[in-house]
């Protein structure tokens, strides 16, 4: 289902003043990839590009195309192994944050 301009727009805005907010976001997305739910956690990164650098940026970022950008974090997107990991790292990067994968993944600054 697709979200609401006012809910987008309520998100980013979050995001935009509250950096554990956008963490929580981000921790979210690789979540759900960790724990092999594709569809989601592709979703979820994007909800996070859309909240943070956008489409754009990132695109500038990675020498890739936006809009096969998008097309990758849909949910019937198929990214190859390198260019997700690709958008994690620059997201990483973007964020000032480190990943440490234990019981309890954390993001931390």
């Known amino acids: 289902m697709p979200l609401t301009k006012s809910f987008k727009d309520t998100v980013k ?3 935009g003043r509250d950096p554990e907010f956008r963490a929580g976001l981000f921790r ?3 979540e759900a ?3 092999n739910d594709l569809e989601t956690g592709k979703i979820l990164l994007r909800d996070y590009v859309n909240a943070t650098a956008g489409f754009e940026a990132l695109g500038r970022g990675l020498n890739k195309n936006p809009k096969s950008l998008m097309r990758m974090l849909s949910g019937k997107g198929n990214p190859r192994a390198e260019n997700l990991l690709a958008i994690i790292a620059w997201l990483k990067r973007r964020e000032g944050v480190s ?3 234990t019981r309890d993944m954390k993001l931390s600054a």
């Open 28 to 30: 979210e997305a690789l």
């Open 99 to 101: 990943l440490t994968v």
């Open 33 to 35: 990839l960790l724990d």
């Open 13 to 15: 805005a979050r995001a």
